[in-house]
């Protein structure tokens, strides 16, 4: 069952996001917490032997929140982790800027570990995000990469 | 009418980032891709070769799916979020 979220753990947004704000938002879900995983994904300079100058993420409004929402509900079912952040921005972003994050609190470390890596590969997996680099040749939409 | 929402490299292959069809109380995604291969054979043929996904009132299904009249349809390449 789905049940209803706060806004900010759920996210795609163009603007930044500071990283020791979420991860203060999530230690405030619950005093049971004792340890926090985070992923931060960044803008990297180099892809597949190409220098890439900017980046530009494109989504489906409503959906991609959806299956965000879907992937938090399951990592908190599936993996026993007390909560889950997940914030991912759009629009252009240079090389070196935050991409996504994803913030996993539980009562010990195991879990948010495993429950980070797992929802990083699931995001990429099944929720409708797309990447566009530009480099020295023009611009062009990425193949998903494992 | 059926909304067809198309994304990432879709939108430059068609030329437009959705369009309505009228294809009557249910059809098929093979009546989809028909219909979109009057103007855009190349996208009508990723469709029936399997080379995109599809989603239907932002659910995924299978090429077989039914598309009833009032559905949105979102054709989406292989999605490449995160990093």
Redesign the interface.
Known sequence: MTTATAEWKVRIQKEDFNVNDEIELMKKVSRNIGGVTTFLGTGRAISKGETISKLNFEHYPEMAEKKLEELRQKAIKDFGVIDMSIIHRIGEIDIGENIVLIVAASEHRGETFKACEWAIAELKRTVPIWKRETTGSGEVWVSPTP | MITV?Y???LKSIVGREEEKLDLGAETTLLKISEAISQHSPNMGELIREKKVMV?VN?EMVPLDAVIRDGDEV?L????????
């Open positions: 929402k994304f990432a490299n989603s932002m979102a989406l390449p292989p999605f490449s979020g995160g990093v």
